[in-house]
């Protein structure tokens, strides 16, 4: 891990730069997998999973025999840990549903939104080197409670055709029971364009590897949308001489571990803290299963000491991380001040770990600085909102020559036009 002190604010541009990923040679490939799937169908697909996943396969579908095993599999403890986690996770989403008011702008012109649940949704789950169960629950309960009337769900097998048990329980806790035994951008392809057996869909969700998030990005040019452009994961950690070594360096980790390209940063304002949390993450290394990939991680990592509070909250806004974590004896303070961040946990105790699984927030996040312009999945990432308006004769006194003399003026004449036999029928 590099430790900076005090750089120079004319230093942060680079000082926040991410890993770079040089994805020119993975695009010919995503684009010829992603052909293959739109002229080919299930054929294609099942071709790629026994290239890609090494997995022969009959059916592409999840059978009701499959669901029943995999919840026989999967512990009672594990089981109850996912119902916990989806009822604060349904509780936080229930509480952002929009209730859209009318509003009469002028007398005679009332205008007002209506709330509309995208009909089909595909979520894309990663089951390689850790089958992320808790993103079924993140994605799918949303999902539900916006009332999407498809949903779709793809995730790689294992060699013997099999999805992670886990997986698939989460997805029956959370209502989904169209799944798919598909990984990488086969999957991406498949919901975007649809097969013999794949539905598809009108939005995509969901984490990945560079192929995937390359896969996405090319499907939404013309075919459908994503939730987000997204890179590696990442963390910030904001803390002070009052915060503990042990958790900071614990938080560090938590993110290393996920891939050789995530990125940790820690903004401090105490030299003395820097020291105790490289060695503590020193120490805590050893002990992780993950430990060679957590180590390459750290690789990309930065230690940064600065004046005070305020540098590090600036400095945390021009980073705009994934996660921040703001560990210091002021974070409701500094917790105003965050302007750029996917997700925020406050205090001594709000772990990372919390909201990737069971506090009720979405983990599904932007990344690779994309916080300055987007948000994490919520709610709204499943609806639209649709205008209305309607307008009375009075509505037409009110705005029907302003109306005229605008589109007169932009020299759209049939525009002017259809409003100005409006103005001359109430004038009569």
Same mark, same amino acid.
């Given at each position: 891990?590099?430790?900076i002190?005090?750089?120079?604010?004319?230093?942060?541009?680079?000082?926040?730069?991410?890993?770079?990923?040089?994805?020119?040679e993975?695009?010919?490939?995503?684009?010829?997998?992603?052909?293959?799937v739109?002229?080919?169908?299930?054929?294609?697909?099942i071709?790629?999973?026994?290239?890609?996943? /090494?997995?022969?396969?009959d $059916?592409?579908?999840? !059978?009701?025999?499959?669901?029943? %095993?995999?919840?026989?599999? #999967? @512990?009672?403890?594990?089981?109850?840990?996912l119902e916990?986690? /989806?009822?604060?996770?349904? $509780?936080f989403?229930? !509480?952002?549903?929009?209730?859209g %008011?009318?509003?009469?702008? #002028? @007398?005679?012109?009332?205008?007002?939104?209506?709330?509309?649940?995208?009909?089909?949704?595909?979520?894309?789950?990663?089951?390689?080197?850790?089958?992320?169960?808790?993103?079924?629950?993140?994605?799918?309960?949303?999902?539900?409670?916006?009332?999407?009337?498809?949903?779709?769900l793809?995730?790689?097998?294992?060699?013997?055709?099999?999805?992670?048990p886990?997986?698939?329980?989460?997805?029956?806790?959370?209502?989904?029971?169209?799944?798919?035994?598909?990984g990488?951008?086969?999957?991406?392809?498949a919901m975007?364009?649809?097969t013999?057996?794949?539905p598809?869909?009108y939005?995509?969700?969901?984490?990945?590897?560079?192929?995937?998030?390359a896969?996405?990005?090319?499907?939404?040019?013309?075919?459908?949308?994503?939730?987000?452009?997204a890179?590696?994961?990442?963390?910030?950690?904001i803390?002070d001489?009052?915060?503990?070594?042990?958790?900071?360096?614990?938080?560090?980790?938590?993110?290393?571990?996920?891939?050789?390209?995530?990125?940790?940063?820690?903004?401090s304002?105490?030299?003395?803290?820097?020291e105790?949390?490289?060695?503590?993450?020193?120490?805590?290394?050893?002990q992780?299963?993950?430990?060679?990939?957590?180590a390459?991680?750290?690789?990309?990592?930065?230690?940064v000491?600065v004046?005070d509070?305020d540098?590090?909250?600036?400095?945390?806004?021009?980073?705009?991380?994934?996660?921040?974590i703001?560990?210091?004896?002021?974070?409701d303070?500094?917790a105003?001040?965050?302007?750029?961040?996917?997700?925020?946990?406050?205090?001594?105790?709000?772990c990372?770990?919390a909201?990737d699984?069971?506090?009720?927030?979405?983990?599904?996040?932007?990344?690779?600085?994309?916080?300055?312009?987007?948000?994490?999945?919520n709610l709204?990432?499943?609806?639209?909102?649709?205008?209305?308006?309607?307008?009375?004769?009075?509505g037409?006194?009110?705005?029907?020559?302003?109306?005229?003399?605008?589109?007169?003026?932009?020299?759209?004449?049939?525009?002017?036009?259809?409003?100005?036999?409006?103005?001359?029928?109430?004038?009569k």
């Open positions: 891990m590099k430790v002190c005090y750089p120079a604010k004319e230093e942060w541009d680079e000082l926040v730069k991410r890993p770079h990923l040089d994805v020119s993975l695009n010919a490939t995503v684009e010829g997998v992603l052909n293959d739109k002229n080919h169908g299930d054929s294609a697909v071709r790629y999973e026994e290239k890609f996943d /090494h997995a022969h396969l $059916s592409l579908s999840v !059978s009701d025999a499959e669901m029943e %095993e995999a919840e026989s599999l #999967v @512990s009672l403890e594990l089981k109850h840990a916990l986690a /989806h009822h604060n996770i349904s $509780s989403h229930q !509480s952002q549903q929009f209730h %008011e009318k509003v009469e702008t #002028v @007398s005679g012109v009332t205008c007002w939104q209506k709330s509309v649940a995208i009909e089909k949704v595909g979520l894309y789950i990663p089951g390689g080197t850790a089958p992320l169960f808790s993103t079924v629950l993140m994605l799918a309960t949303p999902a539900k409670i916006a009332g999407c009337k498809e949903i779709v793809c995730t790689p097998p294992n060699r013997e055709g099999k999805v992670n886990a997986i698939l329980m989460a997805a029956k806790i959370a209502g989904v029971s169209k799944i798919f035994k598909i990488g951008v086969q999957a991406i392809g975007a364009y649809g013999e057996s794949v598809k869909v939005k995509i969700f969901g984490p990945g590897n560079q192929y995937v998030m896969a996405k990005q090319h499907v939404s040019l013309h075919d459908v949308a994503i939730d987000m452009p890179g590696p994961s990442e963390v910030c950690v803390a001489e009052t915060s503990n070594p042990v958790f900071v360096a614990a938080d560090l980790l938590s993110q290393a571990e996920h891939g050789v390209d995530s990125q940790v940063f820690l903004i304002t105490s030299e003395e803290m820097i105790k949390v490289k060695e503590e993450v020193e120490k805590q290394l050893e992780l299963p993950r430990k060679e990939m957590a390459k991680s750290l690789d990309n990592s930065k230690l000491l004046k509070y540098e590090a909250i600036e400095l945390s806004n021009t980073y705009a991380p994934e996660h921040l703001i560990a210091t004896r002021n974070y303070e500094l105003e001040k965050v302007v750029n961040a996917g997700s925020v946990f406050l205090g001594q105790y709000a990372e770990s909201g699984y069971a506090s009720g927030t979405n983990h599904t996040l932007p990344t690779h600085g994309y916080a300055l312009a987007y948000n994490g999945v709204d990432s499943y609806n639209r909102k649709i205008t209305f308006q309607h307008l009375t004769d009075e037409i006194r009110s705005i029907g020559n302003a109306v005229v003399v605008m589109a007169e003026n932009e020299q759209l004449e049939a525009h002017a036009n259809a409003m100005r036999v409006r103005v001359d029928e109430v004038g």
